[in-house]
């Protein structure tokens, strides 16, 4: 089945949100919810035929005062190409699981929630034939006509969930989706700052997020040589000759990303972490090292000859389903079935998958690119930027993000860098959890026990840090 070309319009961001200037005039929105108002969904014309699905939830615990307002979390999913609505809804922090069961840990209980992707139609929404923007991304710099897209999106949000008025706005993201909230920030905050965006920035949290592709690929396959702790030869999972081999693979990457060949240094890095890795180190989870991929759901679902790009495009987007283990359902079935049903203003024609690949491969040549000037400019502007690390994780490891974390030209990372960490417990039993340093507007959470996915692995110390930071 041809993902690229069957995804229904939930595609998890395509906005590499760039940092171009704002639509005029007020965009073409259609809005419907449930009776009592606890969800509101619908979708944004950013432009003719191109549009941006969103659902919001009203947090039942929702209490707000002039001096306290009730915080709202927006949440981009990664992949690129992922969608947000499935997966980081019903599978990470929505209010039900994929079983359509409550969710003891959903994020709902800190702040409302708004889950975003994009589709385009021919005609009007609910037309009859699907165009998926990203299957061939016109010349220039598309960055420009994506930070537009999600401006008016957001402005659009405003007038449609009044809430947003007075709640502060916090974009959290997870893995590629950092990219999308580093950007995204950026564009909001200078929007806020010209008085062209009636909104206020609560912060950015940036989950296992891919900031900086050379320093994970250097730190986390190169560290045999750059640090003290390796990470595969530590956990055995490499040898040195393999080592040696990740080695000059890793110094390719980075050649490649320092002429700019940010394409071939994607080729590459697919090659490193797609085939090298995985047949040299027993099948190793690039999402958590104490595991083995599963390959057989791979071999399953992936066509024969598929790129290095397709593969690790669907191995992002079937780690989770790998977990539903419990109940009959499948995010898919869901998705394509009950919740399509419900939301009743998605195409009859449109079928739900985890991700499109030609979105994946339309931002190929962004996949190298860094986002640590668009972090440290947030810093400048005063927003709260949260960076948060499963332990477990290789492919966005943490020795990555301290490392990119370190490269900041921010005035305060020479204090940052210099206090102890704190050490933070959750459940009945006192057990360290996690640990954080914070100064100022800068904080960073190292999780234990969790890989890529930090709420599925850690949900009781991922809700608990998100209380911290929507407060």
Same mark, same amino acid.
């Given at each position: 089945?041809?993902?690229?070309?069957?995804?229904?319009?939930?595609?998890?961001?395509?906005?590499?949100?760039?940092l171009?200037?704002?639509?005029?005039?007020?965009?073409?929105?259609?809005?419907?919810?449930t009776?009592?108002g606890?969800?509101?969904?619908?979708?944004?014309?950013?432009?003719?035929?191109?549009?941006? &699905?969103?659902?919001y939830?009203?947090?039942?615990?929702?209490?707000?005062?002039?001096?306290?307002?009730?915080?709202?979390?927006?949440?981009?999913?990664?992949?690129?190409?992922?969608?947000?609505?499935?997966?980081?809804?019903?599978?990470?922090?929505g209010?039900?699981?994929?079983?359509?069961?409550?969710?003891?840990?959903?994020?709902?209980?800190?702040?409302?929630l708004?889950?975003?992707?994009?589709?385009?139609?021919?005609?009007?929404?609910?037309?009859?034939?699907?165009?998926?923007?990203?299957?061939?991304?016109?010349?220039?710099?598309?960055?420009?006509?994506?930070?537009?897209?999600?401006?008016?999106?957001?402005?659009?949000?405003?007038?449609?969930?009044?809430?947003?008025?007075?709640?502060?706005?916090?974009?959290?993201?997870?893995?590629y989706?950092?990219?999308?909230?580093?950007?995204?920030?950026?564009?909001?905050?200078?929007?806020?700052?010209?008085?062209k965006?009636?909104?206020?920035?609560?912060?950015?949290?940036?989950?296992?997020?891919f900031?900086?592709?050379?320093?994970?690929?250097? @730190?986390?396959?190169?560290?045999?040589?750059?640090?003290?702790?390796?990470? &595969?030869?530590?956990?055995?999972?490499?040898?040195?000759?393999?080592?040696?081999?990740? @080695?000059?693979?890793a110094?390719?990457?980075?050649?490649?990303?320092?002429?700019?060949? &940010?394409?071939?240094?994607?080729?590459?890095?697919?090659?490193?972490?797609?085939?090298?890795?995985?047949?040299?180190?027993?099948?190793?989870?690039?999402y958590?090292?104490?595991?083995?991929?599963?390959?057989?759901?791979?071999?399953?679902?992936?066509?024969?000859?598929?790129?290095?790009? @397709?593969?690790?495009?669907?191995?992002?987007?079937?780690?989770?389903?790998?977990?539903?283990?419990?109940g009959?359902?499948?995010?898919?079935?869901?998705?394509?079935?009950?919740?399509?049903?419900?939301?009743?203003?998605?195409?009859k024609?449109?079928?739900?998958?985890?991700?499109?690949?030609?979105?994946?491969?339309?931002?190929?040549?962004?996949?190298?690119?860094?986002?640590?000037?668009?972090?440290?400019?947030?810093?400048?502007?005063?927003?709260n930027?949260?960076?948060?690390?499963?332990?477990?994780?290789?492919?966005?490891?943490t020795?990555g993000?301290? +490392?990119?974390?370190?490269?900041?030209?921010?005035?305060?990372?020479?204090? &940052?860098?210099?206090?102890?960490?704190?050490?933070?417990?959750?459940?009945?039993?006192?057990?360290?959890?996690?640990f954080?340093?914070?100064?100022?507007?800068?904080?960073?959470?190292?999780?234990?026990?969790?890989?890529?996915?930090?709420?599925?692995?850690?949900?009781?110390?991922?809700?608990?840090?998100?209380? @911290?930071? +929507?407060?």
């Open positions: 089945m041809d993902r690229s070309f069957s995804l229904l319009a939930l595609l998890s961001l395509l906005v590499g949100i760039g171009g200037s704002l639509h005029s005039g007020s965009a073409a929105t259609t809005t419907t919810g009776p009592d606890s969800e509101l969904w619908g979708y944004v014309e950013v432009r003719p035929k191109a549009h941006l &699905f969103w659902w939830y009203k947090s039942p615990q929702r209490t707000s005062t002039p001096t306290k307002p009730w915080p709202t979390v927006l949440w981009l999913q990664g992949g690129p190409g992922a969608s947000g609505v499935g997966l980081g809804n019903f599978q990470e922090i209010p039900l699981d994929v079983n359509l069961q409550p969710r003891n840990s959903t994020w709902l209980q800190k702040a409302d708004i889950f975003v992707c994009r589709y385009s139609v021919t005609g009007q929404p609910g037309g009859r034939r699907v165009q998926l923007r990203g299957e061939q991304q016109p010349a220039g710099d598309d960055r420009l006509e994506q930070a537009a897209d999600m401006t008016t999106v957001l402005k659009a949000l405003v007038k449609e969930v009044p809430m947003l008025q007075s709640s502060p706005l916090l974009l959290v993201a997870e893995s989706g950092g990219k999308y909230a580093a950007t995204l920030g950026v564009s909001v905050a200078r929007a806020v700052r010209a008085g965006l009636n909104i206020t920035l609560g912060g950015v949290a940036l989950g296992d997020s900031i900086s592709p050379e320093d994970f690929t250097l @730190n986390a396959f190169r560290m045999v040589r750059l640090s003290y702790t390796p990470l &595969f030869l530590s956990v055995s999972r490499l040898d040195d000759n393999a080592a040696d081999e990740a @080695n000059k693979m110094e390719t990457v980075k050649e490649q990303i320092a002429v700019g060949n &940010f394409s071939d240094a994607a080729d590459s890095w697919n090659d490193l972490v797609v085939y090298f890795i995985p047949s040299r180190s027993g099948v190793v989870d690039m958590n090292f104490l595991l083995d991929d599963g390959m057989d759901l791979l071999s399953a679902d992936t066509p024969a000859g598929s790129s290095p790009n @397709n593969v690790q495009a669907l191995r992002y987007s079937t780690y989770l389903g790998s977990r539903d283990s419990n009959s359902n499948t995010i898919g079935g869901i998705m394509n079935g009950v919740i399509k049903e419900k939301l009743k203003i998605i195409p024609d449109l079928k739900w998958h985890e991700l499109n690949h030609a979105v994946y491969n339309a931002l190929d040549n962004d996949m190298m690119k860094p986002r640590i000037d668009e972090v440290d400019e947030l810093l400048s502007y005063g927003v930027v949260t960076v948060y690390n499963g332990q477990l994780d290789i492919i966005c490891s020795i993000a301290e +490392t990119w974390v370190q490269k900041l030209k921010w005035d305060g990372l020479k204090t &940052f860098l210099s206090l102890p960490r704190q050490s933070l417990y959750c459940g009945p039993r006192k057990e360290t959890k996690a954080v340093r914070s100064y100022k507007n800068l904080h960073f959470y190292w999780i234990l026990g969790a890989g890529h996915f930090v709420p599925v692995d850690q949900p009781c110390i991922a809700l608990s840090m998100i209380g @911290n930071i +929507t407060q």
